[in-house]
């Protein structure tokens, strides 16, 4: 992808099963859980630039010393500022004679982060203000010990009005509108009125001081809690938090869109956004993660037992997030990388179709690098088409007697598909340049072209891309770039479908107005005469959004009801093209079809952003709401 837009966030946590004594003897070392935490964390880097947070529970602290604590900073280098702080300050408590590494009572009295359970954060925000106070983990404190909640996620709501509106009908004050707060707050209530209910049976027994808290923790039901907080709930969501009751948990949302995975063992049980994190930095192998599954918690208890639960009941169809897949995941997962392989496969024949098969006149490659492992993919199936084609002439030259040594050597060393690296990313556009003009020439020069490996005139050159959002960088450097070479033809190539609507899950793409895909199918209105068209759609989007009964009717597929495919993509190609560019070469653009997409990614079938068939009631809201602010020009997110 090379339009830069907001995306997921991160998740990790760890929860030890043996005492911080035993990972000094194993390991070396009783700070080995709060560095396997940074190294997960750091793993999943690409899931959040904006900033991060760690979060951490010391299981059995006496009465009168802190048992939970936080730190979040959005510094450009968040991780490496939080840990570093961290050590710092255990150094401090080391000089000051306080804490030894070689007692691991000690690190865990004097170190905040000497704890059983450890969570982390990586943000990248989608919406509401910026700031250390809107980083995860969010903490919800209490003089109760099992009143505390912290929560971290990687999630998007879409009725966040509804629920704070929930919260107001109670007698509460929200203060904050993000959805964050309202899980939190929700998530807070139903484990108040828990944890209320048990204090009172406890009070009727006769169970006072730490047996009290201790009567608490034992009975508390974190799968309960969830399943009434969650029932509201319309979005995509991966939660891991802990409870002041020594209990931590994970959870998926029940569509499955956002993604979690985990492992447990003998020592720790482990979560992440992601798999491969968890095979690196614990060392195993893809059989010993398991998915969390949609609608599905898994809940570590304070001794140490593992509950796997559903607290939400499944879906007919599973909705597994298929652009994460495409572009927003780590490609070195087993699964994903085979997945991307795939799809760049798919494309060979619109891309023969293209440009031909004669490859000794194209050269293939990529852009950005986020579609490398396309690319691969693509390669390796151009290359058994042109196996098979050379099996075959050869088999034909045989049995007509005309194979000839001369024929072997131009069959064999002639015509293979010529794969270069022809685009590199130079800058990581930043937002420190804040006048257009200025931002726009910065962006021009993002790319650099390598010179000499396309031949002026001759070659089509032919990229894979992994999505096509609003090809502004498209337009603005990447086609510059690239039609330095002067090719007889250029050609993107998409992995992923034409993107016509907007998400509400977890990618920051609700600007329907900015999609090329969009701006192409107006465009296409307005040539062909269809007046009323635009204004019609908005009035069936206005009433369905005063409607009070949920429809799951898209009225903005009407857009695209009167072209095909082929003919936006045409028009997506004469909008990001260069004016200068279009006198010297033919521009085209080529998408990967929905078909092709699940043929792909046969267990992540959601697929909303290219079909506009929404998962939840929420989902078609946002898709209405985000017609009428381009139709009524206004900028800003639908939810």
């Known amino acids: 992808m090379s339009d830069e837009i907001g995306h997921h966030c991160g998740i990790a946590m760890i929860r030890l099963k043996k005492p911080l004594s035993y990972f000094n003897e194993k390991y070396g070392s009783p700070l080995w859980a709060f560095n396997q935490l940074f190294l ?111 929560i971290a996620g990687n999630f998007n709501l879409t009725n966040v009005e509804e629920l704070n509106q929930r919260l107001v009908e109670r007698g509460q004050h929200p203060v904050f509108d993000t959805d964050t707060q309202a899980i939190l707050e929700e998530s807070g209530y139903h484990l108040d009125s828990a944890v209320d209910e048990l204090a009172r049976k406890a009070s009727l027994d006769g169970v006072v001081g730490e047996e009290h808290t201790r009567f608490i923790s034992d009975k508390i039901d974190p799968v309960a809690i969830f399943r009434e907080a969650s029932k509201n709930w319309d979005g995509g969501y991966a939660l891991a938090g802990i409870l002041g009751t020594g209990d931590c948990f994970a959870m998926r949302d029940p569509m499955g869109i956002r993604p979690g995975y985990y492992f447990e063992d003998e020592e720790v049980v482990a979560v992440a956004s992601e798999r491969a994190p968890l095979m690196t930095v614990f060392n195993k192998v893809m059989d010993d993660i398991s998915e969390i599954q949609p609608g599905g918690i898994l809940v570590v208890r304070p001794d140490g037992s593992v509950i796997k639960d559903q607290f939400s009941e499944l879906p007919e169809k599973s909705t597994g997030c298929s652009f994460e897949r495409i572009y927003f995941s780590r490609g070195n997962d087993p699964d994903i990388y085979a997945e991307r392989k795939t799809l760049g496969a798919l494309l060979v024949p619109q891309v023969m179709e293209s440009v031909g098969d004669d490859f000794s006149k194209s050269v293939f490659s990529y852009v950005p690098n986020t579609a490398e492992s396309a690319y691969y993919g693509f390669m390796e199936q151009l290359r058994l088409v042109r196996r098979a084609e050379v099996k075959q002439r050869l088999m034909d030259a045989r049995q007509s007697g005309e194979l000839t040594d001369s024929l072997i050597d131009d069959l064999v060393m002639d015509n293979w598909p010529k794969g270069e690296k022809i685009a ?85 793409m609700s600007e329907l107005g900015k999609f090329i895909a969009f701006q192409a199918a107006v465009s296409l209105i307005q040539d062909h005469g269809y007046r009323g068209l635009l204004k019609e759609v908005a009035e069936k989007c206005r009433e369905a959004l005063n409607s009070k009964t949920e429809k799951s009717e898209n009225h903005v597929k009407r857009v695209y009801e009167n072209f095909s495919v082929d003919q936006i993509s045409e028009r997506v190609a004469e909008l990001v093209a260069p004016d200068q560019l279009k006198e010297v070469t033919k521009v085209e653009i080529i998408y990967q079809s929905v078909e092709n997409l699940h043929e792909a990614l046969p267990d992540h079938p959601g697929d909303w952003y290219f079909t506009g068939d929404y998962p939840t009631p929420g989902g078609y809201r946002v898709a209405h709401k985000a017609f009428l602010n381009f139709y009524e020009n206004k900028d800003g997110r639908s939810y």
């Open 40 to 150: 997960l964390m750091e793993k999943q880097h690409n899931r959040g630039q904006d900033g991060a947070g760690i979060g951490s529970m010391k299981l059995n602290m006496p009465v009168g010393e802190s048992f939970m604590f936080r730190e979040r900073s959005t510094s450009s280098k968040a991780l490496t500022k939080i840990f570093g702080s961290q050590h710092k300050a255990l150094g401090k408590m080391i000089k000051k004679g306080r804490a030894f590494y070689e007692f691991p009572d000690t690190i865990k009295k004097h170190f905040d982060y000497g704890g059983e359970i450890l969570l982390g954060h990586l943000r990248y925000g989608t919406s509401g203000e910026y700031g250390s106070n809107t980083c995860h983990p969010y903490f919800r404190k209490s003089n109760w010990p099992s009143k505390n909640l912290m």
């Open 424 to 508: 590199n990313k130079d800058i990581k556009l930043r937002t420190f340049i804040s006048q257009e003009s200025g931002r726009a020439q910065l962006v021009s020069h993002v790319y650099d072209i390598t010179y000499g490996v396309v031949r002026e005139d001759h070659d089509a050159l032919v990229c894979i891309d992994d999505s096509i959002v609003r090809g502004t960088t498209l337009k603005k450097s990447i086609l510059k770039i690239l039609g330095r070479s002067k090719p007889r033809k250029l050609v993107i190539a998409s992995t992923a479908p034409q993107i016509r609507y907007p998400d509400c899950y977890g990618i920051d």
